[in-house]
């Protein structure tokens, strides 16, 4: 176990998670460092903390969060999107104004805060590093909870380097000599959505930059891959960072499966006992049915993720595979409860996240910054 930094300030407690926030126990304990008043709810508090780390260029805040992984600032005055933005900010992050690349529908609440998700809220977002399929990426990730959930919608985070290490040496083994290849395509009628309003041309330019294999089909819709290592070392703390990007249905399914008391029978039949090939059958079917767009036979957007072989090949996990890192997310994850006003930042490079099902009445904001080249990364060989 690590040691907890001594607080800066009388007025601040540092710590780790009590049992008593957590919604599920697991392996993890120290993610994450929770900084938080020693009495009540009170904005001078994070104003005095932000003033001393903009007077170092946030030098003290970058140590805790190499050390750490994740911060949660919880118990602090913090009302809005404006207010979360400007917290970032004075934290020295460099924020992105634009959101390229992104796999799901969010609302843009500032110049550079958006909705976490508007996905249905039912679903479980996988565990994924934020824009996993893109060379470039943020290495700083934020969430704030400007409205608390009035059941369940927790943001579970992973260490993945714990992961790593928790896994078989033959899992190890393929996810670390393997690069994994990420193919995705975009109808026309969704890249406004995915490109934030880019032109032909932009985005043509952009994906040159970032080097990706791409071709415009006759229609305008677009197709791209790139690949990439899985296996890095993080820039600053030479710790082990595992990108985790492993499309697979069945790993999701280990995920239901820990929370299927929150569903209705014939949804927890489905996800504990029924067969993996037919699971893994019916979730293509409902993919493949979620393409038709509005009665018409438009595609929407897919993402495909494969391992590549040492013959060129692309290959997929096994079932058995697959259910071992499920396994292993859910046994590395801490999943806490959000409290309304938690500002939680997380290194992107060695920290995880995802999604469990929430309800309506749930407002999370996001923001990202510090953005950096994964291909500049140092490999890691297991």
């Not at 170092?56 to 805790?64: D, M, Q, T, V």
């Not at 934290?91 to 796999?103: K, P, R, V």
């Not at 041309?201 to 930059?209: A, D, H, S, W």
């Amino acid at each position: 176990m690590q040691n907890l930094p001594i607080s800066i300030s009388k007025d601040i407690t540092l710590r780790f998670l009590r049992d008593d926030e957590k919604t599920y126990r697991s392996n993890e304990k120290e993610l994450p460092l929770v900084i938080e008043p020693v009495k009540e709810t009170y904005k001078a508090h994070l104003s005095l903390l932000l003033s001393q780390s903009n007077r170092s260029g946030g030098a003290e805040f970058n140590k805790l969060l190499d050390t750490y992984g994740a911060i949660l600032f919880r118990g602090f005055d913090v009302q809005d999107g404006n207010q979360f933005q400007k917290v970032l900010e004075l934290l020295n992050i460099q924020l992105e104004s634009a959101y390229h690349f992104g796999s799901a529908h969010r609302v843009r609440v500032t110049d550079k805060v958006f909705t976490s998700s508007e996905a249905p809220p039912h679903t479980i977002i996988a565990p994924h590093n934020e824009l996993n399929m893109v060379p470039v990426r943020p290495s700083v990730l934020a969430f704030f909870c400007q409205v608390q959930p009035d059941l369940y919608g927790e943001t579970p985070i992973i260490n993945t380097e714990k992961l790593f290490n928790s896994l078989s040496p033959s899992l190890q083994d393929k996810i670390a000599n393997f690069p994994q290849r990420f193919v995705r395509y975009v109808p026309n009628h969704l890249l406004d959505l995915v490109f934030e309003g880019l032109s032909f041309e932009e985005i043509t330019k952009l994906l040159t930059e970032q080097k990706f294999d791409f071709n415009w089909e006759e229609d305008g819709s677009l197709n791209f891959a790139c690949s990439y290592i899985t296996l890095f070392s993080h820039p600053r703390t030479r710790r082990l960072c595992f990108c985790l990007s492993i499309v697979d249905c069945l790993v999701s399914r280990e995920w239901y499966r820990n929370i299927s008391q929150r569903y209705p029978f014939g949804k927890r039949f489905y996800y504990n006992w029924l067969p993996a090939s037919l699971y893994k059958e019916y979730q293509q079917r409902l993919t493949t049915a979620a393409t038709v767009v509005d009665g018409s036979q438009k595609r929407t957007s897919t993402l495909n993720a494969y391992f590549v072989n040492a013959q060129g090949q692309s290959t997929t996990m096994t079932s058995s595979e697959a259910k071992e890192l499920g396994k292993a997310e859910w046994e590395n994850a801490s999943i806490f409860q959000w409290k309304q006003g938690d500002i939680l930042i997380i290194d992107n490079l060695q920290v995880a996240h995802s999604r469990l099902n929430t309800t309506q009445k749930r407002k999370i904001l996001t923001a990202f910054g510090n953005m950096c080249n994964i291909r500049d990364m140092k490999p890691v060989v297991a």
